[in-house]
């Protein structure tokens, strides 16, 4: 592909942005399939949106204003770090005022997570639960929320990732309108609750 960085340097026309993980092994293009200039990325310690966190919050209204994109992807991974560190009951340090975020989840959470006592299966619950809040959180931003009120197509999707076999899987978490968000968890807590009752007979 002789033409490819000329091509690539003429402009950015990404129809998706994503909110990932900073960790290493979480790349959205690999992941994805997409070339570069194909989405737009943010990334960060646990996949968060925070209503304070102008860095991301920047990121998303370029995204959305300026490059006009479609989609918006949140998408955490299984076992990660960061929602394992929320879990644990000890001081990391200046990382635990973010933290804080998972730690808010879990306890809104908290009776789905203690129905569950393997370790690993709790972790992976919580990773889902935190991609569920964050694509909440994004559409309750006063810039989603303005570009659906200018009638902009844009459509908020939650995802996780298996680092173990590379599949990605739809939480089946969508927003693509001003909807009652309450309600939308509460209707994602009566699946997983359906899900986690299933499992356990």
Request: charged share 25%.
């Amino acid at each position: 592909m002789p033409d490819f960085f000329a091509e690539l340097a003429e402009q950015q026309n990404p129809e998706y942005v994503w909110i990932g993980c900073s960790d290493s092994r979480v790349s959205a293009s690999n992941i994805v399939g997409l070339k570069p200039g194909e989405v737009f990325v943010h990334r960060n310690i646990a996949n968060l949106v925070v209503h304070t966190d102008m860095n991301c919050l920047s990121v998303l209204q370029f995204a959305v204003e300026v490059l006009q994109v479609k989609h918006i992807i949140v998408c955490g991974h299984y076992g990660c770090g960061g929602v394992q560190a929320a879990l644990e009951n000890k001081r990391h340090g200046l990382i635990d005022n973010w933290l804080r975020h998972i730690q808010d989840t879990a306890n809104l959470y908290e009776e789905i997570l203690k129905e569950i006592d393997d370790a690993d299966r709790k972790l992976d619950k919580l990773c889902e639960l935190n991609v569920v809040e964050q694509v909440l959180n994004v559409g309750e931003t006063t810039i989603v929320q303005d570009a659906w009120e200018r009638g902009q197509k844009l459509r908020v999707h939650g995802w996780i990732y298996d680092l173990k076999d590379g599949i990605i899987a739809d939480l089946e978490v969508h927003l693509e309108n001003r909807v009652d968000t309450n309600s939308l968890r509460k209707r994602f807590l009566y699946k997983a609750n359906q899900i986690e009752a299933g499992e356990a007979n």
